[in-house]
Nanobody
Framework: QVQLVESGGGLVQAGGSLRLSCAAS????????MGWFRQAPGKERKDREF???????????YYADSVKGRFTISRDNAKNTVYLQMNSLKPEDTAVYYC???????????????WGQGTQVTVSS
């Protein structure tokens, strides 16, 4: 089992920045690719949107087109933590953000085995 706990969400004005963190415990963190997903208001769990993912050792990163150039994913395996730096935030970035751990770097949420509880990000216009 892997337990994931997100933090760093909050209310920010458009154009602002937030840094999300996801702390992992349990099995060896570096064995897992990590992803960030988000669920916008009014959307169902099955409609979670891929945001970004990072390979086990951090050498490969992937982004949704909607966040490319604004968000940066990184990880610190010594601290068992993955981060999502979000800059130039837009109102359409408002969502609950989830981190997930899985065996492969994928945009498909179904391939991830473990999920955190989520952290709310609200961007005001």
């Amino acid at each position: 089992q892997v337990q994931l706990v997100e933090s760093g969400g909050g209310l920010v004005q458009a154009g602002g920045s937030l840094r999300l963190s996801c702390a992992a415990s349990g099995r060896t963190f570096s064995n897992y690719a990590m992803g960030w997903f988000r669920q916008a208001p009014g959307k169902e769990r099955k409609d979670r949107e891929f945001v970004s993912a990072i390979s086990r050792l951090g050498g490969n990163t992937y982004y949704a087109d909607s966040v490319k150039g604004r968000f940066t994913i990184s990880r610190d395996n010594a601290k068992n933590t993955v981060y999502l730096q979000m800059n130039s935030l837009k109102p359409e970035d408002t969502a609950v953000y989830y981190c997930a751990a899985g065996g492969m770097v994928e945009a498909d949420p179904d391939v991830y085995d473990y999920w955190g509880q989520g952290t709310q990000v609200t961007v005001s216009s």
